[in-house]
């Protein structure tokens, strides 16, 4: 009860509100001092201190209840302002429309209580009202003739006060609203960087595979058919310039796969093949004496994703390029199986040294890199004496 009147009741006071209650109180009190000539010394005295007390506790007392959050302490203001206000009427004998004098606490009411509350506080206002009046008046009629015109003021105070209050609420709210978009807003520009910092990342990582596998690819075959070359050149012009006319065509595809990273990092002049026939092309292109590269299609090729097939791309030109360089393999099986179950399967297996501690590079790493973001799976096995395989299994 205590937070939700608090919280619903936030208008503030101020020292234009407090000079308009001390303004009606005391245009409602001056009148009472024409009855000073017929009034003993006591109820003088009791005029003064009742009068400078409503009015201190109007001003003060208020203050302290509109910020206190207790009850209680907004209760005893109520029940303190109603017997002083009462004291006044009666001391002052009616003299002009001295009721008027509780008509403040009406709006003191709107701006202290809840709306139950409020209602018994203004039905106390409207019964100390009565019950003073009756201490002097010898009709009725007295009553009744006076009655509209203080329920008239009542509630023209009680509707005046509830627009300021809801008026507050409202520009409260708005600005607490306010204060929230702002905060929603320096959220959402922190949220923004950090997703600006991730693209980065991921930008750079993709482009880091992009170019370990691709350009990386090609300079090694242009550096293995180079050796072929220099090897065979006495013995065998005609062949080591075959070695050397790969070579070139490598350096032309590597000019190829560069473009194509920096615009969109596909290879445009062989995006429109098929994968088999790529995965043929880069065979064709690896092939040395001392190696045998088989290639094996299983399965009914498909339409698949660009994002599948480059992967599956890059992951043969890394099993191609690990097995020159670091198996000493003299066979590399390549299988592409186009399954049933809408995935596809890369499988390359060597008979190579193996090794019995794998220690992945950047092109292993970039693999699985790859894989994880098409949902798929990567299985290396290799052992001392066993060759090295990768199994690449991706949904497409």
Sequence with gaps: MQN????????????NADLAFAMIVLASYFPIFSVLPTASALEIILLIFTGTAYIMMGIYGYAYCVKSP????????ILVQLPLGGMLIYLGRGAGFNAMILLPLAGHCVVLYNQSLMLFSNLGIVATYLIT????????????????????????IVAFTQMAVNEENARTEVERLVDEVAAANERLREYASQVEELTITKE??????????????????VNIQI??????????????????????????????DVRQSVAALRTT???NLP????????????????????????????????????????????????????????????????????????EMMDNGAGTPQLKEGFGLLGLKERANLLHGQLEIQTAKGKGFQIKLEIPG
């Design 204 to 221: 750079r990582n993709r482009m880091a595979r992009e170019i370990h596998d691709g350009v990386g690819h090609y300079l090694t075959t």
């Design 133 to 156: 009046r009756l201490q002097f008046v010898s009709s009725l009629d007295d009553i009744w003739s006076s009655m509209p015109i203080f329920l008239a003021g009542q509630m023209f």
């Design 269 to 271: 002049l062989e995006e």
């Design 70 to 77: 207790s009850m209680l302490v907004k209760t005893a203001y």
């Design 275 to 346: 994968l088999p026939q790529r995965i043929e092309n880069v065979i064709s292109n690896s092939q040395t004496e001392g190696l045998t590269v088989v290639f094996e299609l299983n399965g009914k090729p498909r339409p698949i994703s660009p994002q599948v097939e480059l992967t599956l791309f890059r992951a043969v030109q890394e099993g191609i390029n690990n097995t020159h360089k670091h198996a000493k393999a003299t066979e590399l099986k390549i299988n592409l199986w186009y399954t049933d179950n809408q995935t596809v399967i890369l």
């Design 4 to 15: 939700t009147t608090h919280s619903r009741k936030t208008i503030k006071t101020n020292t």
């Design 227 to 256: 050796k072929a070359a220099l090897a065979v050149m006495k013995q065998d012009p005609q062949k080591a310039m075959d070695a050397l006319h790969v070579a070139q065509n490598q350096t032309q595809q590597a000019l190829v």
